[in-house]
């Protein structure tokens, strides 16, 4: 395999220059913008544990941390692909967001359920060929962007299953299941939206993830919260 191989991918791309997507490249500074707050919003949750002398806070620990690390790499590695456009660029690309969705399913079943190790660690690995197996079934449907179709599901079903535990974790995790719907749809309009629409529309598809990510970690970030003001 040459990984110095050009690849042309998206309706931006009309050359192999450096610049030749960029709305998709800049737009990946939404990634970077989206790990800022929800850096801030860690910071903020630790301060105000600190205060309230509450030592079970999910802000103490460093998964939240982790997956803001993963923000930031999903952004740059985005931003590689969409400027050299390359087999290696694309691992660079996808190898974080799916590093990201893994992640977040596994502390997900740990945090929002309760799950010991074994059994996140199983439900992951079932997630994770989720992932494999179940897009070809939409791929005729959906095209690539049906790679993504199984995280839809995870972040809908996580909705549910804390409905009626945690009502403002199972509203954000929906929230953040409507604008993921929206951005794959954006996704999927890039490539036939380009004749009456040259700079396609796949960097709405970056806008709108890296609000969703920021969505599923504070999300995340505010579980203990949500659940400690329940118990108390």
């Known amino acids: 395999m040459d990984w110095n191989q050009q690849?042309?991918?998206?309706?931006?791309?009309?050359?192999?220059?450096?610049?030749?997507?960029?709305?998709?490249?800049?737009?990946?500074?939404?990634?970077?913008i989206a790990a800022l707050?929800?850096?801030?919003?860690?910071?903020?949750?630790?301060?105000?544990?600190?205060?309230?002398d509450s030592t079970q806070t999910i802000s103490q620990d460093n998964a939240a941390l982790?997956?803001?690390?993963?923000?930031?790499?999903?952004?740059?590695g985005s931003f590689l692909f969409h400027t050299f456009a390359t087999y290696?660029?694309?691992?660079?690309d996808s190898i974080p967001i799916a590093a990201f969705m893994l992640a977040y399913f596994y502390l997900a079943t740990r945090r929002y359920l309760g799950a010991n190790i074994l059994i996140s660690l199983i439900v992951t690995v079932i997630f994770y060929a989720a992932l494999e197996y179940l897009p070809p079934l939409f791929q005729g449907l959906m095209g690539s962007t049906a790679g993504y179709f199984p995280a839809l599901l995870a972040i809908l079903l996580f909705a549910?299953?804390?409905?009626?535990?945690?009502?403002?974790?199972?509203?954000?995790?929906?929230?953040?299941?409507?604008?993921f719907a929206v951005?794959?749809?954006?996704?999927?309009?890039?490539?036939?939206?380009c004749p009456i629409l040259p700079t396609g529309t796949h960097y709405l598809w970056?806008?709108?993830?890296?609000?969703?990510?920021?969505?599923?970690?504070?999300?995340?970030?505010?579980f203990k919260t949500y659940k400690d003001s329940a118990e108390s």
Not at 13 to 21: L, N, Q, V
Not at 37 to 52: D, E, F, P, Y
Not at 88 to 92: G, P, S, T
Not at 160 to 179: Q, Y
């Open 37 to 52: 707050i929800a850096l801030q919003i860690w910071k903020n949750a630790r301060s105000n544990a600190k205060n309230t």
């Open 160 to 179: 549910a299953l804390t409905r009626w535990k945690h009502k403002p974790t199972s509203n954000a995790l929906f929230l953040g299941g409507l604008v």
């Open 7 to 32: 690849l042309n991918q998206y309706c931006e791309r009309t050359s192999a220059a450096f610049w030749s997507e960029p709305l998709n490249a800049v737009s990946n500074i939404a990634f970077i």
């Open 206 to 222: 970056h806008i709108l993830n890296a609000a969703l990510l920021l969505i599923l970690i504070r999300a995340f970030i505010r």
């Open 183 to 193: 951005s794959m749809i954006f996704r999927m309009l890039d490539q036939p939206l």
């Open 66 to 76: 982790l997956l803001i690390l993963l923000v930031v790499i999903i952004g740059i």
């Open 88 to 92: 290696w660029a694309l691992l660079a």
